[in-house]
């Protein structure tokens, strides 16, 4: 198992949290938010993991462990754009690569495994985590047909009648790597922020006759991802909250 964690935004709506630091090094219960997403994720070697950075990536490269391969994203275009920045790393490894968001820092090490676990045993060249959810508007909707997952469509695109739908895409993936790059190379920028979706590549994988399927997470709240102060203090409460437990 391969796994790419998409870190290279500056979170420009969490100016003030953390002065000029990447979003993914803002701080949340004492420890950087990639620094939670790394920790669930230790049943994959540090060797097995890229980390996409841009924005003073070289202060992500200096907190992280050197045994991580790091790709650069030199500019913002997009989570597509993103994680092909990742393929020169990830070569010629023909297998299954999760890809994980450095702003997400609940999701929990059982629900990455049961994740992996699942895909692999579904055979589909794409798993998507999704959530059921009727408090997160921004998020993209997922479409299906007959049970079938369909595509993901992002909210800024969406139509009324999909706004409505409440199957949200997590924004976490499980893809046979070689597909997974091979389909990046066909997506393009003509949607409402201009720039290169990752969530077009199930849609581009459907289109060439392979299954993509969705896995819906129990808790709502591992999907929870940090763009605002808003975001990062509803997380460190329901952070506090599972310590109770």
């Known amino acids: 198992m391969k796994c790419i964690i998409l870190a290279a935004g500056r979170g420009k709506r969490l100016d003030g949290t953390g002065g000029e630091l990447p979003k993914a090094l803002r701080e949340l219960d004492g420890k950087p938010l990639i620094g939670h997403v790394l920790g669930e994720l230790d049943f994959i ?29 030199t500019e913002q275009l997009g989570t597509g754009h993103a994680c092909a920045c990742a393929e020169e790393i990830i070569g010629d490894y023909d297998g299954p690569v999760l890809v994980a968001a450095g702003d997400m820092p609940l999701v929990r090490k059982s629900t990455y495994k049961a994740l992996c676990e699942y895909h692999e045993k579904s055979g589909a060249a794409c798993t998507i985590m999704t959530e059921v959810s009727a408090e997160r508007p921004s998020l993209g909707r997922i479409i299906r047909e007959n049970g079938k997952v369909m595509g993901i ?62 896995w819906v997470i129990d808790d709502p709240d591992e999907g929870e991802g940090v763009n605002t102060p808003d975001d990062l203090r509803r997380c460190g409460e329901i952070l506090k909250r599972l310590k109770n437990k």
């Open 153 to 214: 469509v992002e909210a800024k695109d969406a139509t009324p009648e999909q706004l409505k739908i409440t199957e949200l895409n997590a924004a976490i993936y499980v893809f046979d790597a070689k597909l997974l790059f091979k389909a990046l190379k066909k997506v393009d920028r003509h949607n409402a922020q201009g720039e290169f979706y990752l969530t077009d590549v199930p849609r581009i994988l459907l289109s060439e006759g392979h299954r993509v399927e969705g």
């Open 45 to 73: 070697a540090d060797e097995d993991i890229t980390v996409v950075i841009g924005y003073k990536g070289e202060l992500l490269k200096a907190a992280l462990s050197p045994k991580l391969n790091f790709a650069v994203q």
